[in-house]
């Protein structure tokens, strides 16, 4: 019993020289390194806990996290526990997924990702950076399908945070405009979109992509004020801008 705390006391003190952004590299990284050997889902839980902090060389920081990116990885599924527990409260989620594409089977990558979304319903966040790392990732992920992102991502054309809604529609733009067209058309039209970046960004994809506007197209028209007022209606697409 003794033993088995003195083990989890010592892994403690690993894990927060490992994660100490006052602290010298040396330091950080022996006891990254020790942790790395323990490969406990304790130790690997406090490698994934490096992502969250910046120390104060900036080559020095993303040495290290890449360095971590690697042996993580190196590890294989078993690390996939203690990444899901790291993901489940970062703030930041970049380096997480990153370690996720190459340790999982794209059936166990959806998994994950499913679980950060039930997390992140749209609408308000004071962190709206977990869901724009997320959708960039998803957005360049080559284990989904075009649907498959797509019914992912859709959700949040609406979301509260103007940056999130903007990568939405960059990240539809990039899939299927059969599939991603009635989303981005939606985007544009809602009566509570003010940004005008982001519905210029749509018309952009919009017209650049000939999405058929059906019979959307008279509320299309009626969206294109603003920063969209270059675009128009022409036939069955949006042309312009």
Known sequence: MFGLFSKEKTRKRLIEKATNKHGQQPDRWGALEKLFEDGSEEALLGMCKRFAVT??????????????????????????????????????????????????????????????????????????????????WLGEY?????????????????????????????????????????????????????SGRVKRRIAEILAEKKVPLGDTSAAVAAALTGTVASFRVRGDVLVGG
Do not use: C
């Open 55 to 136: 120390s104060g060389k900036s080559s020095e920081d993303e040495a290290e996290k890449s360095w971590v990116v690697d042996r993580l990885a190196e590890k294989g599924a078993v690390v996939l526990p203690p990444l899901q527990a790291y993901m489940a409260e970062a703030l930041e989620l970049a380096l997480a997924l990153t370690v996720l594409g190459r340790v999982a089977q794209p059936p166990q990558v959806l998994e994950v990702v499913d679980a950060v979304l039930a997390r992140e319903k749209p609408g308000y966040t004071r962190h709206p950076e977990r869901r724009i790392d997320l959708f960039r």
């Open 142 to 194: 080559q284990g989904a399908t075009d649907a498959q992102v797509v019914d992912r991502v859709a959700p949040y054309v609406d979301d509260f945070d103007e940056n999130v809604r903007f990568v939405v529609a960059d990240v539809l733009g990039a899939h299927d405009p059969a599939l991603a067209g009635p989303h981005l058309i939606r985007g544009l039209t809602r009566p509570e979109e003010e």
